[in-house]
């Protein structure tokens, strides 16, 4: 039986998000940081889909509980797609969010608007304690501009949707929650937990 799922990030911003999100799910959602010791995975994955599914393995097997996992990126056309897979550090290890904005709107200083289309990318993980691993992923289109919009973390202030002529860091929590990248995948992610659920007898 399924009681508990261990949220394999330390990133706060990203624990009162998921948990928003999963909050209709009767399964209590535990951030590894809740626990006296955690693993800090080494995100050395060449995709999304790699670290992720570390994160979310080694998170399983520490806590031998089911883990979930996520990682996401940001892929700008202009760049060939980067920053992609090193966007949490495209301006250095341990870098802030801040940094890694400006060297992204740096690099894109002279590029014309319709030149800066991009994509965001979110791949979650769900591993058992055994270490098998299901994948879902979920994606969003947008221009990157400059910073704009106190909401969100990450790239959201220089992420702008046409649709809603707004920056994702502009956007108010419950609209970002229905149409952002990391969204569209927690809701494959919840069908898939709301299985496990069911088939534990929960």
Request: charged letters at 25%.
């Amino acid at each position: 039986m399924i009681n508990e799922i261990v949220l394999a990030t330390s990133n706060i911003h990203k624990v009162k998000e998921i948990k928003l999100i999963l909050n209709d799910l009767n399964v209590e959602i535990l951030p590894m940081t809740s626990f006296p010791s955690y693993p800090i995975t080494i995100e050395d994955g060449k995709t999304l889909e790699e670290n992720a599914s570390k994160k979310a393995r080694e998170g399983a097997s520490f806590f031998k509980k089911w883990t979930i996992a996520d990682d996401s990126g940001i892929e700008v056309d202009f760049l060939n797609g980067n920053p992609g897979v090193y966007s949490a550090r495209y301006a250095g290890k341990k870098c802030s969010d801040y940094e890694n904005n400006k060297k992204l709107l740096k690099e894109l200083k002279n590029v014309p608007q319709e030149k800066r289309t991009a994509k965001f990318k979110t791949v979650i993980a769900i591993s058992n304690p055994n270490g098998k691993i299901l994948l879902v992923a979920g994606e969003i289109f947008g221009i990157i501009t400059n910073c704009v919009g106190v909401n969100g973390f990450g790239y959201d202030p220089v992420f702008y949707i046409p649709k809603y002529k707004k920056t994702l860091a502009e956007l108010s929590p419950r609209v970002k929650n229905s149409v952002s990248h990391r969204a569209k995948a927690l809701e494959k992610a919840k069908k898939i937990i709301r299985k496990l659920l069911n088939s534990s007898g929960k």
